[in-house]
C-alpha cells in the first residue's frame, strides 16, 4: 500500500494540463473490439484502470500499438476468446469497472460475451441488470453463476434490434448495450439512454466506424444495426471530473490556477456548480482560470433556504464530483446540504474530515450537511487512507489546505484516475511526496 506524505498550507500557482477522461477511455477501448481494422486513440491518460483494460484487451489478443504518450493504435483481427474462460481474466476483469464494458461488443461480433463481478469504487450497491436485461432484450441467452460471480451471454445466431426502455440511465450499461446493439440485425430504439460527455463521445466514435446512431446528446438513441464497423482515429476529450477536481483545489488553497483546454462545451453544470459556492472562475478561451481569492460564500436559493447540491445522470451534475464539492465547503463561508441520491456508501469518508475539524453533520448515508469555516480556522493534518477514487483526491485536497503534514494510505485508489497527480501538483508548487 502506497502513501503520500503532504505538507499543507502552501498557495499553489500554475498552469494545469487535463489528463484524458477515464471514462470515457475505457467505454472507446472497449469498441476497439467491434472491428479487425486499426483503430487510433489519443490523449488515453496513463492511469492504473486505464492500463489494466489496456492489458485485458493484449491478453485477449488484440494488437496494441504505442506510437507516443496516450496515443495507441488497436488491431483486434484475431482473438483468443478461450481468455475468457481463463483464470487469469478472472482475476483481471474483476480488477475495475470498466472492464464490463468488453461484453457488449464481444457478444455483438462474436456471440459471447463474459464477465466476472467487475470491480471499481466500493461506495454502495454496483447492480448490473441494465446492462443484462438489455442483452436478452436484444435475444442473447443469459446465466450467472451465484458461486463464481461470472456473467455470460449466448447469441450464436446473432442479436436483433427491439425497442427497450432502460430501468436506469446507466453509463456503463448505456455504452455497453449500444456497442451491441450497432451490430445487431434491425433497428434498437434505446428510451432513459444515459448521454454523458463518454457516451456522446462513443456514439461519435461509432458512427465514424460505420455505425448508424441517431439522437446522440439525448436519452433516445435510435440504432440501426449494420453489418461490420471499420477502423478510426478517435481523441479523448479533457477529463471533466479531473477539471473539476482542480477546481476545488485551487479554492480550497487559496490558489491561481489556470486549467488548460477544458472543452467548456462538455462541462455541463460543472463551473456554475463550483461559482454557486462562491468561488470564482472565468472562461479564458477555452481555458478556467481561477484568481486568488481568500474566500467564497456559499449561494443561498432565492428564497433564502440553504443551497442543495446534489447528482443526477447527465446533464445532471456527476455524482463523481459531489465529494470533492463537499470539501470545498468546509472551507467556505455557509452551510450547504451534499445530497449524494446514486450511491449509498461513497459520503463515509467524512469522518476523516470531521477528525481534521471540518463542521460536517452525515445525515443518513446519502445526505451531509457541511458548514465551512470561512477560513477562519484551518483543517489539522492526519493520517488517513483513501476509500475509493474521489474520496481520496478530497482528502488530498484537504491535506493540502490544512496546516502541517498529512498521510493518506491507500494511494492506489487515487492513481486510478489521476495521472502522476504526485508530479503535476509538485510542478504548480504542492509539497507532496510518494512513499513507497
Ligand atoms: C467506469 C465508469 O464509467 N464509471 C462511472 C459510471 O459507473 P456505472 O456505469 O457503474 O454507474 P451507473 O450509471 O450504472 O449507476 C451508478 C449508480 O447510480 C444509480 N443510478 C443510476 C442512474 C439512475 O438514473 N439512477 C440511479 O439511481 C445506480 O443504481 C448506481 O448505483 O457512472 C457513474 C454514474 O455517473 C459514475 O459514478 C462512474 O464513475
Ligand atoms: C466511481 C468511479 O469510478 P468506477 O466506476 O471506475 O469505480 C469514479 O470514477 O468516480
Not at 507516443?68 to 474462460?85: H, I, P, Q, R, V
Not at 454496483?126 to 443484462?132: G, I, M
Not at 487512507?385 to 483526491?393: F, K, M
Not at 485536497?397 to 489521476?418: C, H, K, P, V
Request: glycine share 10%; hydrophobic share 40%.
Amino acid at each position: 500500500m502506497a502513501t503520500f506524505q503532504i505538507e499543507g498550507g502552501h498557495k499553489l500557482k500554475g498552469e494545469i494540463n487535463p489528463q484524458g477522461a477515464k471514462n470515457e477511455a475505457l467505454q472507446i477501448l472497449c469498441a476497439v473490439l467491434l472491428t479487425p481494422e486499426t483503430v487510433q486513440i489519443d490523449n488515453i491518460p496513463d492511469i492504473r484502470d486505464v492500463n489494466k483494460l489496456i492489458q485485458i484487451l493484449e491478453n485477449l489478443g488484440v494488437k496494441v500499438k504505442k506510437l507516443g504518450k496516450g496515443s495507441y493504435t488497436f488491431t483486434a483481427d484475431n482473438l483468443d476468446l478461450n481468455y475468457l474462460e481463463s483464470d487469469l481474466f478472472k482475476q483481471e476483469g474483476s480488477s475495475l469497472r470498466g472492464s464490463i464494458m468488453i461484453v457488449g461488443p464481444l457478444l455483438a461480433r462474436f456471440g459471447k460475451g463474459y464477465i466476472p463481478r467487475p470491480g471499481g469504487d466500493k461506495i454502495g450497491r454496483r447492480r448490473l441488470d441494465t446492462h443484462f436485461e438489455g442483452f436478452i432484450k436484444l435475444g442473447a441467452d443469459f446465466r450467472y453463476n451465484k458461486e463464481e460471480h461470472f456473467y455470460g451471454v449466448d447469441a450464436p445466431n446473432g442479436l436483433t434490434g427491439t425497442y427497450m426502455l432502460l430501468d436506469q440511465a446507466s453509463v456503463t450499461g448505456t455504452a455497453n448495450i449500444v456497442m451491441a446493439a450497432v451490430l445487431a440485425k434491425g433497428k434498437t430504439t434505446i428510451y432513459n439512454a444515459a448521454c454523458e460527455p463518454y457516451l456522446q463521445q462513443l456514439c461519435r466514435m461509432l458512427n465514424s466506424m460505420g455505425a448508424k446512431i441517431e439522437g446522440v446528446g439525448s436519452n433516445l438513441l435510435v440504432i440501426e444495426g449494420v453489418e461490420s464497423l471499420g477502423g478510426c482515429t478517435h481523441r479523448v476529450l479533457p477529463d471533466m471530473i479531473e477539471i473539476g477536481s482542480w477546481i476545488g483545489l485551487a479554492a480550497m488553497t487559496r490558489s491561481e490556477i489556470t486549467i488548460k483546454n477544458v472543452s467548456w462545451e462538455n462541462l455541463g453544470l460543472i463551473p456554475e456548480t463550483f461559482r454557486k459556492l462562491g468561488i470564482t472562475l472565468d472562461r479564458v478561451g477555452d481555458d478556467i482560470h481561477i484568481p486568488e481569492q481568500d474566500g467564497y460564500e456559499i449561494q443561498s436559493y432565492i428564497d433564502g433556504s440553504i443551497l442543495t447540491v446534489s447528482d443526477a445522470p447527465w446533464p445532471g451534475f456527476t455524482p463523481d464530483l459531489l465529494s470533492i464539492v463537499l470539501v470545498v465547503c468546509t472551507q467556505a463561508k455557509g452551510s450547504v446540504l451534499i445530497h449524494q441520491k446514486m450511491f449509498e456508501s461513497r459520503l463515509f469518508f467524512v469522518d476523516k474530515l470531521i477528525d481534521m475539524g471540518a463542521k460536517i453533520i452525515l445525515c443518513d448515508p446519502h445526505r451531509a450537511t457541511v458548514i465551512g469555516h470561512n477560513f477562519e480556522s484551518d483543517l489539522k493534518a492526519t493520517t488517513m487512507v483513501s476509500p475509493d477514487i474521489r474520496a481520496g483526491i478530497s482528502l488530498l485536497i484537504a491535506a493540502l489546505s490544512a496546516t502541517g503534514t498529512s498521510t493518506i494510505q491507500n494511494i492506489e485508489q487515487i492513481d486510478r484516475g489521476y495521472e502522476n497527480i504526485d508530479e503535476r501538483l509538485r510542478a504548480i508548487g504542492a509539497r507532496i511526496e510518494r512513499i513507497a
